[in-house]
Nanobody, 124 residues
């Protein structure tokens, strides 16, 4: 089992920055990919970014490419999402997720473990 806990959300003005963290405990070594998803009010959860847990490969949704950066620490237990040039449309609950199989998927249904989410609100 893997437990995921997000932190770092908050209220920021448009154009500002935030860094989200996702701390993994339990057996994070049993996972192959970690990812960020987000869900705005009244919308479906959507993919934001993914990182291969061993490092070396990342991928982003087109809507955040060039503004967000996903990374993982050397111990491979804490994942980050650096968000720059934030826009009001980035407002959502952000979730981290981990996949125990070698899929490197952007599909919500592919992830076995989820955090509780952290709210990001971008004011205009």
């Amino acid at each position: 089992q893997v437990q995921l806990v997000e932190s770092g959300g908050g209220l920021v003005q448009a154009g500002g920055s935030l860094r989200l963290s996702c701390a993994a405990s339990g057996r994070p070594s049993s996972t192959y990919a970690m990812a960020w998803f987000r869900q705005a009010d009244g919308k479906e959860r959507e993919f934001v970014a993914i990182i291969k847990r061993g490092g070396g490969w990342t991928s982003y949704a087109d809507s955040v490419k060039g503004r967000f950066t996903i990374s993982i620490d050397n111990a491979k237990t804490t994942m980050y999402l650096r968000m720059n040039s934030l826009k009001p449309e980035d407002t959502a609950v952000y979730y981290c997720a981990a996949d125990s199989r070698i899929r490197y998927s952007t599909d919500v249904g592919s992830y076995d473990y989820w955090g509780q989410g952290t709210q990001v609100t971008v004011s205009s």
